[in-house]
């Protein structure tokens, strides 16, 4: 499976700053995932980024908040602008190694993220 | 997107098997059955997926019912460090990496 790096693991910020995070793949995927995870809650899907396009935002999550850049196939960041304490959360990115279904994905450690 | 049905938390003993149930009716003939567990301040872990038949490997065993409607996921001996979310999620056939939905998934709780 795909060995992925995730940048910072965690952070503090002031409210109306903006933290870009980054994820970092050991090999070439076509398209990485960007997910949230409230305090206690399971995750949701933010964006998928495709190598060469625009990222495509899931229904309640815009560009303009959650900018992502891919410019490469092993690497991609997600920024969250903005912030206010409702953004603190776990920020996790995830690859699958192979189309298909028939492997499974990997995920990240995630970016523990707390806006004060 | 296909959705699935898991409890929201279920217990077990050390050393004893688990059986974590997820029903998807509306799976479609093309979907494949992941299952990822999360422990306490990791990202999501792959577990086991299948298409049809069951299937084995070091972590656990994956029973899929014979219309595909539900499956279940088996923890032979259950240790401390099983005790984690899991989640049973249904992943599009489609070529091309397909995004992955969770859902609410079980809590396991492993007592010594």
């Known amino acids: 499976s795909a060995v992925i790096s995730q940048k910072p693991s965690r952070d503090i910020c002031q409210r109306g700053t903006s933290l870009t995070i980054q994820c970092q793949v050991d090999?070439?995927?076509?398209?990485m995932f960007w997910y949230r995870q409230q305090p206690g809650q399971s995750l949701t899907l933010i964006a998928t980024?495709?190598?060469?396009?625009?990222?495509?935002?899931e229904s309640g999550f815009v560009i303009d908040k959650f900018p992502i850049s891919r410019p490469n196939l092993t690497f991609s960041t997600l920024t969250v602008s903005n912030m206010s304490p409702e953004d603190s959360s776990i920020y996790l990115c995830?690859?699958?190694?192979?189309?298909?279904?028939?492997?499974?994905?990997?995920f990240g450690s995630g970016t523990r993220l707390t806006v004060v | 997107d296909a959705k699935t049905t898991q409890p929201n938390s279920m217990e077990s003993n050390e050393e004893e098997p688990v059986h974590l149930p997820c029903n998807h009716s509306?799976?479609?003939?093309?979907?494949?059955i992941h299952w990822y567990r999360q422990l306490p301040s990791q990202g999501p872990e792959y577990v086991i997926h299948?298409?049809?038949s069951n299937v084995n490997n070091r972590m656990a065993s994956l029973a899929i019912a014979e219309d595909r409607k539900s499956s279940t996921l088996i923890l032979h001996r259950a240790t401390l460090r099983d005790a984690a979310v899991y989640y049973c999620?249904?992943?599009?056939?489609?070529?091309?990496?397909?995004?992955?939905?969770f859902g609410q998934g079980t809590r396991l709780t492993i007592n010594p």
């Open positions: 995830s690859v699958e190694k192979a189309g298909g279904g028939s492997y499974g994905y990997t």
């Open positions: 090999s070439q995927v076509t398209m």
């Open positions: 980024a495709n190598q060469g396009s625009e990222a495509t935002y």
């Open positions: 509306t799976i479609s003939g093309t979907d494949y």
């Open positions: 299948g298409l049809t």
């Open positions: 999620i249904l992943r599009d056939g489609g070529w091309g990496a397909q995004k992955l939905v």
